[in-house]
């Protein structure tokens, strides 16, 4: 845990860089620091690890007061990921890596297998021939996954990150996001992460603290950001697209009906006729003996002799969902759509929900519904 | 002309040998003292807050290069002689080399050393090494490639400075300029200054090779990728 209380910091210039923060990141909490250019976000951070000393109020990391604890051992303890990387060029890739274990002690054989499980990790493999790499033989993306690695080097129950995932093509820093993610759901760290993206935050945090000439506006979790922005300067950063942002953070999922009534396509058409009255549907998805989704049937379809089945009148599906689809995903496949409704399916093409665009408006009705109540209240 | 030097080359081969030997001796030994010196002291006035110490360091060792190099020998006599050490032969002339060598190894250690680009000391103390580490670790290692350009520097700018020493009985291959000039012997002058220009092309070439050889490999310029 990491607990930041009246922290304030004044260069020696004079430059009021940060105003009396208080802030709390819980174990395994992933909180984002997130403003605009010059705001004290990496001011902020690096008085975590003392790199920048502070003028008043005090920060403690796991229960302990920072300024009680040498700097060397508190660092150690902390991992770090800078802006710029940082890498060492005269360095290898394994021994970037293993900077932070070499100064703790660790014996060689250790360093070694944490280095292998790191890289593994992040993917930079084949492992033995990035093991021997130098930074200059690495692509940007690579980079910044070395430089994650490195802060992670010690295992330490801290990250912090000043935004690690900075110069780099938009399609690579979606990937290393989506794959940080996947790391930290698995490994739990505190993180505190810097970024100046709203997109970033909303994806990554669990918290984002939303600051503003070195003072904390708004601390929430980044639905409540979205639905109850504090003030104006928190309405105006999240962005006049606050509801395409909110529907990106509900997945399929959480709003799909769950096992859907379909027909079978060796059902008959009379069947399949009686089930959409019976439902007042005028279509209805069709399914094999398997599970699998195989189209749809319609109204316009189902007038036929008794002896025809399903299967001979399916018309194909255009398109497909996936239950951890965010809704803006969703929501732009259904308006390529010709019915309206949205098959969801799991890896295997067995249907497991639908979305109905009945469904989606219900669902953004509510997000408006608490932006209403929140900005009613104080 | 060309057939009396190669005559006397091939007649004296082995006095020409004795007198590169010497010289190399010469150099050798200033360097050594000036590279020990050199980044000691260079390593010394790059810490942190010492920025106004480097100015004049180094603004010392500028003026000490501007010395006509026979100046500072007679000077060094002039020293050594009142402290009672050897005043002539080959002291004072490794004095003076060294001197003059520290200039360019000075240099370049302390712009190295301080000039690392900021986020490696950022990264580095951020992961928690001390600046003493820092120095070691990150500093020193970086600054090898200027540190060996300034030691090469250093050692073919001495090569020809050294021949002057033999003025003041040091030896060396500048004898043969000082006899040839002595007896106007033009053919004598020439191997002299032959000699030791092939000198200082042979060492600027042996230690370029040195130098690339010594450089850390993640630095070398077109390492793969
Ligand atoms: N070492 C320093 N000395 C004096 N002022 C500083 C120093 N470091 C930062 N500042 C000032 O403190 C303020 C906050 O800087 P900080 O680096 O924390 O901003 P930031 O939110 O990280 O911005 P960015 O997104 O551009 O990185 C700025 O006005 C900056 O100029
Ligand atoms: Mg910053």
Not at chain 1, 367 to 374: K, L, T
Not at chain 2, 118 to 127: H, L, N, V
Request: hydrophobic share 45%.
């Amino acid at each position: 845990m990491i607990e930041l209380r009246d922290v304030t910091k004044v260069f020696p210039g004079g430059t009021q860089a940060v105003d009396g923060i208080t802030l709390v990141v819980h174990e395994g909490e992933f909180c984002v620091l997130l403003g605009p250019s010059g705001c004290g976000k990496t001011t902020t951070l690096k008085m975590i690890n003392r790199l920048v000393p502070l003028t008043s109020g005090t920060i403690t990391v796991g229960g302990r007061d920072i300024q009680k604890l040498r700097a060397t051992e508190l660092r150690r303890r902390i991992g770090y990921a800078i802006q710029e990387i940082g890498l060492f060029p005269h360095m290898t890739v394994a021994q970037n890596i293993a900077t932070v274990p070499r100064l703790l002690g660790w014996r060689k054989a250790k360093r070694r297998a944490r280095v292998r499980e790191l890289l593994g990790l992040l993917g930079l493999t084949p492992v033995d021939e990035f093991l021997r790499r130098y930074p200059a033989e690495l692509s940007g993306g690579q980079r910044q996954r070395v430089g994650v690695a490195r802060a992670l080097g010690a295992d330490p129950a801290i990250l912090l990150m000043d935004e690690p995932f900075g110069a780099i093509d938009p399609i690579t820093r979606e990937r290393l996001q989506d794959e940080f993610l996947r790391i930290q759901r698995e490994i739990r760290k505190t993180v505190v992460f810097v970024t100046h993206d709203i997109h970033e935050a909303i994806k990554l945090g669990d918290k984002i603290a939303l600051m503003k000439e070195g003072r904390l506006i708004q601390h929430a979790t980044p639905s409540q950001l979205l639905a109850q922005p504090a003030d104006d300067f928190v309405r105006g950063f999240v962005g006049t697209d606050r509801t395409l942002k909110a529907l990106r953070l509900t997945s399929v999922r959480e709003i799909m009906d769950s096992g859907p009534l379909s027909v079978r396509d060796d059902d008959s058409l009379a069947a399949a006729r009686r089930a959409m009255d019976r439902l007042e549907r005028s279509f209805l998805p069709v399914v094999g003996e398997d599970g699998l989704f195989l189209g749809w049937v319609g109204r316009n379809s189902v007038l036929g002799p008794p002896s025809v089945c399903v299967g001979d009148r399916i018309t194909p599906y255009a398109v497909l969902g996936s239950p951890d689809m965010p809704l803006n995903e969703a929501l732009a496949l259904m308006l390529e759509s010709a019915t309206g409704n949205l098959p969801v399916t799991d890896e295997d093409r067995r249907l497991v929900g639908l979305v109905s665009f009945d469904r989606l408006f219900e669902s953004l009705r509510q997000i408006y519904v608490e932006r209403e109540a929140g900005e009613g209240s104080p | 002309m060309l057939s009396t030097m190669l005559r006397y080359l091939t007649t004296h081969w082995e006095y020409v040998g004795q007198l590169t030997a010497e010289h190399i001796r010469i150099v050798f030994l200033a360097n050594g003292l000036a590279v020990v010196l050199g980044l000691a002291l260079g390593i010394f006035i790059s810490k942190r807050g010492r920025e106004g110490l480097a100015e004049l360091v180094l603004y010392v060792a500028g003026i000490l290069l501007t010395v006509p190099s026979l100046a500072l020998y007679g000077i060094l006599m002039a020293i050594l002689k009142a402290l009672g050490l050897m005043s002539i032969g080959i002291v004072p002339v490794v004095v003076a080399l060294t001197l003059y060598g520290l200039l360019p190894i000075l240099r370049n250690t302390t712009t190295a050393v301080r000039g690392i680009d900021p986020a490696m000391i950022e990264a580095g103390r951020g992961m928690g090494m001390s600046e003493t580490q820092i120095l070691w670790r990150v500093r020193i290692p970086l600054a090898v490639p200027a540190i060996m350009a300034g030691l090469r520097q250093a050692i073919v700018m001495n090569v020809g400075i050294a021949a002057i020493g033999a003025y003041i009985g040091a030896g060396g291959l500048g004898q043969l300029i000082f006899r040839g000039i002595a007896n106007t012997r033009a053919d004598l002058v020439l191997v002299g200054a032959l000699c030791v220009s092939l000198l200082a092309i042979g060492l600027d070439v042996a230690l370029g090779v040195v130098e690339r050889l010594s450089t850390p490999r993640g630095l070398r310029k077109g390492v793969r990728g």
